[in-house]
């Protein structure tokens, strides 16, 4: 494998990166044109409904001429179908790129390895594989709604020294802060990038949290709230009708907002499958778990979450709630200022 080609979609892959949390339900692929050992022309997938990643890479190309010696790099297979936009596909061809290089294939039935077989009728030299697991996993949210028909989960919570997420008794109707300034910077910069971000009823209750992005600049998740019996009264931030929301009860009598949907689910068996049945129904492609403990604990229960990430605060709790029991591999350990980062992946 030409060493070349790997440096090419590893810019490729910094490219996409910019586009997540805002290409949905598209990919945010990223996409570079090389002539002579030279990038000439590089993009990444637009908001949903405008350009892709291919078409804003060779449209960003100054010397079209050269299109027809160089070579294209994307960390996903061309789409060969009419969504939003014509196929990428068709346009390498049309614009004659001879050589193109791909991260990985897409699973998507309708485009799955048909967007490779038109560039190759059309005697484009292709390349398949390059980086291929990196690719795979910048494209997880896509690929999980693909294969797994669930979106993507990712659990999050911050923990004391000495493994407590929440102290036994609070004075205000707030969150109880564990983690530093920067980590809470992060978990808002991950915020931006979620489809959906989901809380239990204690969480609502306790905090009172918002679920909105504030110290980034990014799209406001869809907040997911468990309210098994409505506890949660119209005067909590969660049900404020600010932002789309929706809320799982039991509760078969309730009245639906113009940006709030009650969905009744039955709490007594598979509560997170059942959760994740209906967040596709709502089209959702990924969500961020933030607690509290029984309802990290039902999602880790029924194994049905790809990423945990945890910090871990230089706090100590004499007493309170434990953190969930996770047996997982650690993948990743990072430090945040005085904290600790953790990052597991469910195999």
Known sequence: ??????????????????????TRPNPSVGAVVVYNDTIIGEGYTSPYGGPHAEVNAINSVQKPELLEVSTI?????????YGKTPPCADLIVTK??????????????????????????AGCNVIVGVLEKECLQHHK????????????????????????IA??????????????????????????????????????????????????????????LLDRKLRV????????NSIQTIVF???KEFENKE?????????????????????????????????????????????????????VGQSHFDEGVKSPDLSAKQIVEEKIDNDILRIYTND
């Open 167 to 224: 102290p036994s008794t609070k004075e205000e109707l707030k969150p109880v802060w564990i983690s530093n300034v920067y980590s809470q910077q992060l978990a808002h910069k991950w915020r931006s990038e979620e489809h959906a971000i989901l809380v239990g009823t204690n969480t609502a209750l306790h905090d009172n949290p918002s679920l909105n992005v504030r110290s980034w600049t990014g799209n406001n998740p869809v907040r997911v």
């Open 1 to 22: 494998m030409s060493h070349n080609h790997e440096k090419y979609i590893k810019r490729c892959l910094q490219l996409a990166k910019n586009g997540i949390g805002t």
């Open 96 to 121: 004659k790129i001879p050589n193109v290089v791909i991260g990985c294939v897409d699973t998507n039935s309708l485009v799955s390895g048909k967007g490779i077989e038109r560039l190759q009728k």
């Open 73 to 81: 790099y994307v960390t996903m297979e061309p789409c060969s179908h």
């Open 233 to 240: 009264s119209k005067t909590f931030n969660i049900l404020d």
């Open 249 to 251: 009860t039991e509760v």
């Open 141 to 164: 949210r896509f690929f999980s709604v693909q294969e797994k028909k669930r979106p993507y989960i990712i659990l999050k919570w911050a923990e004391t020294v000495n493994g407590y």
């Open 259 to 311: 940006l709030i949907a009650y969905e009744t689910i039955n709490f007594k068996e598979q509560v997170a499958k059942q959760i994740c049945e209906i967040l596709m129904k709502h089209k959702i492609q990924s969500v961020l778990i933030e607690g509290g403990r029984q309802t990290l604990q039902t999602f880790i229960d029924e194994n049905l979450w790809d990423e945990a990430r945890v910090f």
